[in-house]
């Protein structure tokens, strides 16, 4: 089963580690990654850029509304992810808790339910 482990970034967080503190958690993304290659259950992962980069788009095509955005009331947001393919929901867990920085930035697990596309595996089912 695939899962989605979303890393989870609170600037304030994130700006009170010290230089050496970030540069360890993103230089051990690395690490991490070719550990989760190995043993064949990485699928992909992707780091996002900050929200305010973003943008909301609202209606359809022709009716669109494009804003700034978005505008959460949280504090945390998506900073990036890995797809993984692993054998079971606390295999997913024991994955999220190796990624570096988890003790300070939280990692969301979620199943997921489909795929479709770039030459990805055929659909999951729940």
């Known amino acids: 089963m695939k899962y989605l482990l979303i890393i989870q970034l609170n600037p304030e967080t994130w700006e009170s580690l010290s230089d050496e503190e ?3 958690i993103a230089g051990g993304q690395e690490g991490f990654m070719e550990t989760i ?20 788009v609202r209606g359809r095509p022709g009716a669109a509304t494009v804003t700034d955005g978005p505008f959460l009331e ?20 024991e994955l999220a808790a ?5 003790d300070r930035l939280p990692v969301e697990v979620r199943p997921v339910v489909f795929t479709a596309g770039y030459g ?4 999951d089912t729940p």
């Open 22 to 24: 970030r540069a360890e």
């Open 98 to 102: 190796m990624i570096p920085g988890t």
């Open 37 to 56: 290659t190995a043993t064949g259950e990485m699928v992909g992962t992707h780091a996002l850029a900050d929200p305010s980069q973003s943008a909301v």
């Open 74 to 93: 949280s504090k945390e947001y998506m900073g990036g992810f890995y797809v993984v393919d692993c054998e079971s929901s606390e295999r997913a867990y």
């Open 120 to 123: 990805l595996a055929e659909p």
